[in-house]
């Protein structure tokens, strides 16, 4: 039995009078690349808000590794694990690509403010294993000759896997990708296929919005399809790909797409 890494349990999320999330339950394997999809609307992002603590559930709960999280702030759930980006790219415009990705792997220090002023052995040590892995995840994602260019400069594409790059510095188990691929043409999308498969394979598990169906379909493991913040369907590619449900909410809308 493959163990779950997240479980989703009966979350609902209600921001006023709007149910966003209607009683949602998935869940995703350890080393699973798992898609979620829904039309726009669905719940998807806020579905991603409250795993990474933006929002609380109005109620049910939600396991990592075993351990609820629902509660815990922001910062304890990437310290706990669990790294994400974001669709509108939010990188620090003035700050180079290595400076980004070593923001992310400051999550991971375990030294606190002060040996940090005092540059004591052990906060040095950690700054220097933080630049290792910093240069190390920006070789992985091809884009370590731009090291010290400033995220403002980097191309489009570049800047969306410097994004990845600073998630995987903060050492996370499960990785949370909204969206990658707005914005990127097809060949970009198929590089960025490849490279998502080529995340999982160094141990991560990916949790992938993502509205190019031809990527979804491509790179993920299991699908959760969601409407109206409710889950509609869930099963492997094939299984989603025939579903008339998922057809009549989703392919149908953009069969262009969905070919
Ligand atoms: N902070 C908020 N306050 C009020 N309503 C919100 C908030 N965030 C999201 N919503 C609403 O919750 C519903 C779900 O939105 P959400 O952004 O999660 O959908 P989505 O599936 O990610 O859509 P898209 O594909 O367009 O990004 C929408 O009706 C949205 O307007």
């Not at 998935?26 to 795993?51: R, S």
């Not at 304890?76 to 990705?101: C, D, H, W, Y």
């Amino acid at each position: 039995m493959p163990e779950a890494i997240l479980d989703v349990q009966n979350v609902t999320l209600k921001f006023g009078g709007l149910t966003a999330l209607d009683d949602v339950s998935f869940h995703i394997n350890e080393g699973e690349i798992l898609g979620l999809i829904g039309p726009n609307g669905a719940g998807k992002t806020t579905c991603f808000n409250a795993v990474t603590g933006v929002y609380r559930p109005t109620s049910g709960n939600i396991l990592f590794q075993g351990a609820s999280i629902v509660g815990l702030k922001k910062h304890a759930i990437t310290k706990s694990g669990i790294a994400r980006t974001f669709q509108n790219i939010r990188l620090f415009p003035t700050m180079t690509a290595l400076e980004n990705v070593l923001v992310g792997a400051d999550a991971q220090h375990s030294t606190g403010m002060l040996s940090a002023l005092f540059r004591l052995p052990k906060h040095r040590r950690e700054e220097k294993d933080g630049h290792d892995r910093a240069m190390e995840v920006l070789r992985f994602m091809g884009i370590h000759r731009k090291a010290d260019e400033l995220a403002a400069n980097l191309s489009y594409g570049d800047q969306r896997r410097l994004e990845i790059a600073r998630a995987m510095a903060t050492g996370p188990k499960l990785i949370c990708l909204d969206e990658p691929a707005a914005g990127f043409n097809p060949a970009e999308k198929v590089e960025l296929m490849n490279l998502i498969r080529k995340v999982r394979d160094q141990g991560y598990t990916v949790l992938l919005i993502e509205h190019d169906m031809r990527l979804v379909m491509g790179v993920t493991d299991r699908i959760v399809v969601l409407e109206f913040g409710r889950k509609i369907a869930e099963g492997v590619p094939a299984e989603i790909r025939d579903n008339p449900a998922v057809i009549a909410a989703y392919l149908g809308v953009d069969e262009e797409d969905a070919s």
